[in-house]
């Protein structure tokens, strides 16, 4: 077993194209969920949105990649709207049924549209407008050291997807601290208090509602220009419940929460799962079968979500006073 | 969940670690060694009154070179090995039948992870003009027919969603594995312990019952209720379940789609407009039984009216000498036994797979928010609506978009009637 390498591949993940697109809709739900307490279920909602605005801005129409940017921050902020302004008046359990509801309407949708390229999505060179940015020559072949090292295309994208992580979470931590964010927070403690206070609690919701859709929609379209593809079947509601896990591991409401919950959760996934391929391939592992790996993987998700929600629900950086987590 | 101040004791953990080793060590035993991992494609050649074309040449082809072949046999179908995630060409041989084939002889199939059918049709297509997808009579009654069928599965696992939110608040979202552990339970009994469905289905209700509803309320929602969780922690606490369920029976069944060993290539019967198999039949008359009992249970019995007045006030029912905790055990252990009939009602009418609750669980939803949340008259109305919902919007709605049409009439509802269809004003808080 080759434990520099299953390492150096997990360190990789970590820090890698996957790990920075949940890692933007995850602040986006920390928005939401940890400083506003909204339970949106169907942040993978605005992740398609994000997604299919560049992919079918630039396959479909032939326009290019930064106008399908625009697009997507505006379907974006639409959605919030459509999502928000019914149901925001709703109890806590009713939004999270109907912003699922919501996000399983939008896939199926995109999946019986043609123009959206049906059950098989928009491929195409949906990046190509920013790789053609690529500041790194042509004639590096990869950059890094040993096995721990990225092709010049994956070495610009994660560059770019960790300056977009740094300014959307300075600008979250810059709002959080304004008298802005200490009304969102006051309104995730005691609605009814803050609103006898005078200050509108529904436009502040639909506001933390828009800025964490809108972050959603961003990793969408990263995606969708890091793969040069986009898939319906990618948008199910576990990619959701990821983000629960990866921002509960992390710390909820802290601004460093999803960063840290990103990294470690997919550090975790990818040392797994290396670790058992290795394990069955040199034959020290002789209980499973290569195809029962992917399963662990995701059981140990589902067991990891569950204790880390009974035993620690403030994560790794949280404040449990802060986070009681409790009904509506 | 009601808040004290006792943690979660080492005997906890003992407990949980030892269910968790006997349950896997259960499975373990049971679960033969090998599944096959491919899926079955079901050709079917009919002419326009459905009768059966039997002898029709039938050709898959496919990405890396796979190619299969097929005759129909008596009942005009020819069952074709095809590999799974992959999109396979079906081509019927013009040449093999005597009439011309309506919408074209070559269809392209997606297959994803579950069995697929293809209908090929004869005759001169005329009539509604465009063939199958004109509305008419026979169409509509046939839809009709499957949305109600739909609906006794739907309401067999939300009127349990009902009730355990009704009582403990909490919104499961892991609601939907009681299905498929129910499926499966019954699966294992059927093909690895070699019992007949009729009496595999039995024991299997009352295990899962026992197992998944008492066991599971007993292991899990019981000490996180004497811990004080609150309900949204709760509601991720059942997000991780389900996910864990899920993929665990992935581990031991894989992925591929299942069927019962009795009843499922069972040909459908005539009724005059509509074809239906006499398992549906059945199945939905044992489930109007059930139903039926379960409402007059709650109705009459000691039990019942203290489960709905937990439902009503928990804390109430609770000074008045109701046996809270019992009360709840009651409800996981009907709850699941429930979802059990519905998962194996659903295997016999589809297959049995490890999405099959989750690919329900909003329609539960949907059904238990339009009736309204926690009432029980309300799981079932709601439930019909969305059952026939979901059918009939094929008639408008391209087939994909039905669960969205479902999903999107509950979200109208909440818009208009927040409270749900029966639920009362003051329970939306």
């Not at chain 2, 994803?112 to 509305?135: A, H």
């Not at chain 2, 609601?175 to 019954?186: I, K, M, N, V, W």
């Not at chain 2, 109007?288 to 006030?313: E, F, H, P, Y």
């Not at chain 2, 809270?324 to 009602?345: D, K, N, P, Q, R």
Request: glycine share 12%; net charge neutral.
């Amino acid at each position: 077993m080759d434990f520099g390498f299953i390492l150096s591949q997990s360190i990789t993940q970590a820090i890698g194209v996957t790990a920075i697109i949940y890692c933007i809709a995850a602040i986006g739900l920390n928005v939401q969920f940890g400083y506003g307490g909204l339970l949106n279920f169907g942040q993978v909602g605005f992740v398609a949105i994000g997604a299919y605005s560049v992919g079918a801005t630039v396959v479909k129409v032939g326009s290019s990649l930064w106008l399908g940017i625009i697009i997507g921050i505006l379907l974006g902020i639409a959605l919030a709207l459509l999502l928000g302004i019914p149901t925001l008046r709703l109890r806590a359990d009713y939004l999270a049924i109907v912003t699922i509801a919501a996000s399983e309407i939008i896939r199926f949708a995109s999946k019986s549209i043609d123009f959206l390229g049906g059950a098989q999505g928009v491929t195409g060179p949906i990046g190509a407008d920013f790789y053609a940015l690529n500041p790194f020559p042509e004639s590096v072949d990869r950059i890094g050291f040993g096995d721990f090292s990225f092709t010049r295309i994956d070495m610009w994208l994660v560059i770019t997807g960790w300056a977009i992580i740094a300014l959307i979470t300075l600008l979250t931590w810059a709002l959080m601290r304004s008298p802005w964010g200490r009304v969102v927070k006051g309104i995730r403690e005691d609605e009814d208090a803050v609103r006898s206070l005078g200050k509108n609690t529904y436009l502040f919701k639909l506001q933390v509602l828009i800025l964490g859709g809108v972050f959603g929609s961003l990793a969408g379209m990263y995606s969708a220009v890091a793969k040069g593809a986009v898939q319906p079947d990618g948008f199910v509601p576990d990619f959701t419940f990821f983000l629960y896990v990866m921002l509960i591991l992390g710390g909820t409401a802290r601004v460093m929460g999803p960063l840290l919950g990103a990294a470690i959760f997919w550090f975790l996934l990818v040392f797994v799962e290396q670790t058992l391929k290795e394990g069955v391939s040199s034959g020290v592992i002789s209980f499973i079968t290569t195809t029962q790996i992917g399963p662990i993987r995701f059981i140990l998700v589902g067991v990891g979500l569950m204790l880390l929600m009974i035993f620690r629900p403030q994560g790794i950086l949280g404040d449990r006073k802060e986070l009681m987590l409790d009904a509506r | 969940m009601h808040r004290s101040t006792s943690g979660f004791s080492p005997r906890w953990l003992l407990r949980l670690a030892i269910a968790g080793l006997l349950g896997i060590g259960i499975t373990l035993g049971l679960a033969p060694a090998a599944w096959a991992e491919d899926l079955n494609l079901t050709v079917r050649v009919q002419d326009e009154e459905r009768n059966a074309i039997p002898d029709a040449a039938i050709t898959v082809e496919g990405d890396d070179g796979y190619s299969a072949a097929g005759v129909t046999d008596g009942e005009g179908i020819a069952l074709i090995p095809v590999p799974a995630n992959s999109i396979v060409t079906v081509t019927l041989d013009e040449a093999t039948v005597t009439q011309p084939v309506i919408e074209g002889n070559v269809r392209e199939v997606s297959i994803l992870s579950r069995d697929k059918t293809v209908i090929f049709r004869l005759g001169e297509g005329g009539g509604g003009g465009d063939g199958g997808s004109s509305i008419t009579m026979e169409r509509v009654l046939q839809l009709l027919f499957g949305g109600i069928v739909l609906s006794f599965i739907i309401a067999l696992a939300s009127l349990g969603l009902s009730l355990i939110f009704g009582t403990t608040g909490l919104t499961n979202f892991s609601h939907g594995e009681l299905l498929t552990l129910g499926a499966f339970t019954a699966l294992v009994l059927n093909t690895a312990g070699g019992l007949n469905i009729i009496i595999a289905a039995p024991i299997a209700i009352i295990l899962s019952a026992a197992l998944w509803g008492w066991g599971q309320n007993q292991v899990l929602w019981k000490p996180l209720r004497r811990k004080g969780t609150g309900l949204i922690a709760a509601m991720i606490v059942s997000i991780g379940l389900a996910i864990t369920v899920r993929y665990l029976i992935v581990f031991f069944f894989g992925g591929a789609p299942k069927s019962f060993e009795q009843f499922a290539g069972q040909p459908p019967i005539d009724l005059g407009p509509i074809f239906v198999t006499p398992k549906e039949l059945i199945l939905s008359g044992i489930a109007i039984v059930v139903l039926i009992a379960t409402v007059w249970w709650l109705k009459v019995s000691r039990l019942g009216k203290a489960t709905r007045a937990v439902s009503d006030n928990p804390a109430l029912a609770s000074s008045s000498g109701v046996n809270v905790e019992l009360v709840i055990s009651a409800v996981w252990i009907l709850g699941a036994g429930l979802a059990a009939y519905a998962g194996v009602f659903l295997g016999l009418t589809q297959n049995v797979v490890w999405t099959m609750g989750q690919y329900l669980l909003l329609t539960f939803f949907a059904a238990v928010v339009l009736g309204g949340l926690g009432t029980i008259g309300g799981a079932i109305v709601g439930s019909f609506v969305v059952g026939i919902t979901v059918q009939l919007s094929t008639l408008l709605v391209p087939t994909e978009l039905k669960t969205a049409a479902a999903l999107f009439l509950m979200i109208i509802l909440l818009l208009i009637r927040p409270q749900g269809l029966l639920g009362r004003r003051e329970r939306v808080g």
